[in-house]
């Protein structure tokens, strides 16, 4: 996969958030261009996140996703059920292995493997930077997880 900027994931992000509109065409090609994230999303193991916690994965996704097609056009492959499973398997052991105990520590042992480390500086600083308190301290972890996982997934397909 072609390198993801900060500007463009910085622009995507501005708009998604600012535009309605922009939001519900996103939500519209999610549903149709990738049915397993979105079928992963309604699964058991999301009822553990708060509703404001599940909307703000929403949104994120579209702006990892919003930013990809940016870079790559208007086509991304349709991620698979297994190589999402894989990709989250591989990223719970990488967390599993580290023994820092505050969040950001944590999340050092991603950077030094990614091509896409605008994308997961992104991600970190969404998880971290919220003040709105749309998230809760457990919620930060498996939705950094989520989103990487996300990423290496398509990451192997582009």
């Known amino acids: 996969m072609q390198f993801i900027d900060?500007?463009?994931?910085?622009?995507?992000?501005?708009?998604?958030?600012?535009?309605?509109?922009?939001?519900?065409?996103?939500?519209?090609?999610?549903?149709?261009?990738?049915?397993?994230?979105?079928?992963?999303?309604?699964?058991?193991?999301?009822?553990?996140?708060?509703?404001?916690?599940?909307?703000?994965?929403?949104?994120?996704?579209?702006?990892?996703?919003e930013s990809i097609k940016k870079v790559h056009g208007k086509s991304t492959p349709m991620i698979t059920e297994e190589g999402l499973s894989i990709a989250e398997e591989a990223n719970w052991g990488k967390m599993q292995e580290v023994s820092a105990k505050k969040f950001r520590e944590r999340l050092d042992v991603f950077f030094s493997s990614t091509p896409q480390e605008d994308l997961l500086a992104f991600i970190e600083d969404a998880l971290l930077d919220e003040e709105e308190g749309i998230l809760s301290k457990e919620g930060r972890e498996p939705i950094f997880i989520i989103l990487k996982s996300i990423i290496d997934a398509l990451s192997g397909m582009l």
């Open 6 to 65: 900060e500007a463009i994931i910085d622009q995507v992000a501005v708009h998604l958030g600012t535009s309605e509109e922009a939001r519900a065409l996103a939500i519209k090609h999610f549903e149709t261009e990738q049915p397993i994230v979105l079928a992963f999303l309604f699964s058991e193991n999301f009822e553990v996140f708060l509703p404001r916690e599940r909307e703000y994965l929403l949104f994120l996704i579209l702006v990892v996703l």
